[in-house]
């Protein structure tokens, strides 16, 4: 403790006070501890995300959806005093994983009574301290049911994109990471971001560019273990940094570089940077397969272009080379249709279609026991002599025909023995 009115002994650096606080205050000036608190606190500072798996080129990549194991799904429905529905959904993982609070998960293969409930997109809402449950909220339905048989069910996290890494970030991971049984990243140990594309991928270096870049080399599309480990970016926050953030006293406004504060000039292009990179996804691209499973609601006409020329001959229409095929809807390998606007729909077993005119190439009659088809049918018959087709059958058999009124006429459908 300090002698009175003797003060303090340099070599001590204020190991006499009893009071570090009061002390740093009367030497710097009223709230100097204060600042130095969180200076400290900033210091700390760590983002996470977990691993998702390493692309074709030995990045860790973040890009697409994460399968994630589960072991069981649980909806609780909830209806208020005020009539206001709502279920909370709990998903069980089967190892834990880091998912946090808004990120943006996937159910699908859910089958039965809760398929159009449970199946879609929903924002994760609450996580468990072990990482191992995770709840989301569907408003204005109440519903219960608990899923402990997953088979054919999947749970996926989308891909990220907001945690940017650039060149010599310091990155730690929670645990001991191998490939095959080689160690490839251990705890406790700081990695530094050699390669990057800022959104999505990087790749770890054991040292700095200050010394060069020691760059760890794994196969592309290597299988880690574990593979739910969790990377840890440090992101502390020094002077420098806090100066860079402060306006400056003086700003030339001559140089029009951008409009408004630099806060909104930085937040302009994170916005611009976002919706390129959101219509990327969604454009035709040369290098990347843009299929979505999404579904698609229209009202009238789609017109389906043919810029190419493909349905100027009938090999380009009928050819199965994908870059030969003329503009439709295919079915595998199989061209169903030559424009969305299909004029069939299915009723109960059957299929009903309000077209006036219906091309049939086979007809199949089907009653549960008796069923028979008809192959070969064309329309390329234009005059029928009522009196040869009468001799020319030596069997019939009587159908009824029914309408979408329940009116019923009898036919006879002609045979020949074969």
């Known amino acids: 403790m300090a002698i009175q009115n003797q003060g303090f002994r340099r070599d001590l650096n204020l190991l006499e006070t009893e009071d570090d606080r009061n002390a740093l205050d009367n030497l710097a000036g009223a709230g100097t501890n204060k600042d130095l608190a969180f200076l400290q606190n900033n210091l700390r500072n760590t983002s996470s995300i977990p691993f998702y798996a390493v692309d074709s080129d030995g990045f860790f990549s973040t890009a697409d959806n994460r399968v994630i194991g589960i072991s069981g799904i649980t909806a609780t429905g909830d209806t208020d005093d005020d009539g206001n529905k709502s279920t909370t959904v709990k998903v069980t993982l089967v190892n834990p994983f880091l998912i946090k609070f808004g990120d943006l998960v996937k159910i699908s293969g859910v089958t039965g009574s809760g398929s159009e409930i449970l199946n879609g997109n929903f924002t994760v809402r609450g996580t468990s301290d072990d990482l191992k449950n995770y709840t989301f909220t569907i408003?204005?339905?109440?519903?219960?049911?608990?899923?402990?048989?997953?088979?054919?069910?999947?749970?996926?996290?989308?891909?990220?994109?907001?945690?940017?890494?650039?060149?010599?970030?310091v990155v730690n991971v929670n645990e001991e990471v191998k490939l095959a049984s080689t160690t490839v990243l251990s705890p406790n140990i700081n990695y530094y971001v050699s390669e990057t594309d800022g959104l999505s991928k990087f790749k770890l270096s054991t040292t700095s560019s200050t010394v060069g870049f020691n760059t760890i080399t794994?196969?592309?599309?290597?299988?880690?273990?574990?593979?739910?480990?969790?990377?840890?970016?440090?992101?502390?926050?020094?002077?420098?940094?806090?100066?860079?953030?402060?306006?400056?006293?003086?700003?030339?406004?001559?140089?029009?570089?951008?409009?408004?504060?630099?806060?909104?000039s930085i937040d302009s292009t994170q916005a611009s940077i976002e919706s390129a990179e959101y219509f990327m996804g969604k454009k035709y691209r040369g290098d990347k397969d843009t299929n979505v499973d999404d579904q698609l609601k229209f009202e009238g006409s789609v017109v389906i272009n043919d810029p190419a020329d493909y349905n100027s001959?009938?090999?380009?229409?009928?050819?199965?080379?994908?870059?030969?095929?003329?503009?439709?809807?295919?079915?595998?390998?199989?061209?169903?249709?030559?424009?969305?606007?299909?004029?069939?729909?299915?009723?109960?077993?059957?299929?009903?279609?309000?077209?006036?005119e219906v091309s049939i190439g086979e007809l199949t009659f089907l009653d549960g026991t008796n069923s028979m088809t008809i192959t070969g049918i064309d329309n390329d018959v234009s005059t029928v002599n009522p009196e040869e087709v009468a001799t020319s059958f030596t069997h019939k058999i009587p159908v009824k025909i029914q309408d979408a009124n329940g009116n019923q006429e009898s036919y006879f459908l002609l045979l020949t023995e074969n």
């Open 313 to 356: 001959t009938s090999d380009k229409v009928l050819g199965n080379t994908p870059v030969r095929r003329s503009p439709g809807v295919y079915i595998g390998d199989t061209r169903a249709f030559s424009s969305d606007n299909n004029p069939w729909n299915k009723v109960g077993t059957a299929l009903a279609t309000s077209s006036d």
């Open 139 to 169: 408003a204005d339905i109440d519903y219960s049911e608990t899923i402990t048989d997953i088979t054919g069910i999947t749970f996926s996290m989308f891909s990220l994109d907001i945690f940017a890494f650039t060149k010599d970030d």
């Open 218 to 264: 794994i196969t592309g599309g290597a299988s880690l273990t574990p593979d739910n480990f969790i990377f840890s970016r440090q992101d502390a926050v020094h002077q420098r940094q806090i100066i860079n953030y402060i306006q400056p006293e003086i700003q030339d406004n001559d140089f029009e570089y951008f409009a408004g504060t630099i806060n909104q």
